[in-house]
């Protein structure tokens, strides 16, 4: 009997923990609903439409999605878009693990905290300043060209301006403190009695870092890589800015057609943007389970 009391007494709490659960989450939803799925109903349902003569035709037709499929332009686009996120990710966990890294090694609190500020600075500043800044810094005459000139690495200015690689280079700017930081937690929750049990048993640093480091800050790299390559697919002011109008990406595409009233092209647009996104999540999701695995 008190058994059964019990059992009754658990199962009401856990429906009335259910319910508190539901109450917390219905705001959530309710920006979800409006924010998101509203949106992406639009674009899905404007996608089917046909523009044409400067007005929309309220009919059903596949055109703008031919057209996204065949159109060299788009193609472009597309290829461009994945490059961007690609190099900046790639950019961004070259710097970031060894940055972390020495951070993590560093005996001074002020002096990793102080790097800590450093690396996260550049969010702070607004992107469009943050973007005219390194036109400066990049430009032909700039401080960049000055000194590998000076430096004799170069004999004349090297064109690092409105191209891919002013544009990767400002992108991996602002985007590394989103690498750095989940590289750095995973290196912190680290276990230091393990590396001194390898170095005990004469392990060398290298075979330490590359059989327990390594390893184990995997799932790190896989979630600050996951951040920056779909925040790199979405960007548009730094492509803007820097690319010149020869960077062609996806968000400078949609909102060119949004301008332009052209709303089938740009949720088109913004439907590949929102499924290549999708993949990424889900790809770097299965990358994250290997890693944790090894």
Known sequence: MAASSRREAGAAGRAKAERSAWVLLTPMCLLMAVAFILPVGLFLLYSFYRFRGGRLEETFTL???????????????????????????LLCLVISYPLAYAMWRMRSSGLQK????IVFAPVLVSVVVRSYGWTVV?????????????LGLTSGPVSLVYNM???????????LPFVVFPILASMLRLDPTLREAAEDLGASWWKTFRSITLPLTLPGVVAGAQICFTLSLGSFVTPAILGGGRVLVLPIQIYTATSDINWPVAAVGGLCLLVMAFIAVVAFGRLSQYSEAV
Do not use: C, K
């Open 138 to 150: 990049l430009a032909d005459q700039g401080p960049v060209n000055f000194i590998l000139t000076r």
């Open 114 to 117: 102080l790097i800590a500020f």
């Open 165 to 175: 690689t002013g544009t990767v280079i400002s992108l991996a700017h602002v985007f």
């Open 63 to 89: 055109e703008t999605y031919w057209r996204f499929m065949t159109d060299e332009l788009y193609l472009i686009t597309i290829y461009d878009t994945l490059q961007l996120a690609v190099m900046a990710t």
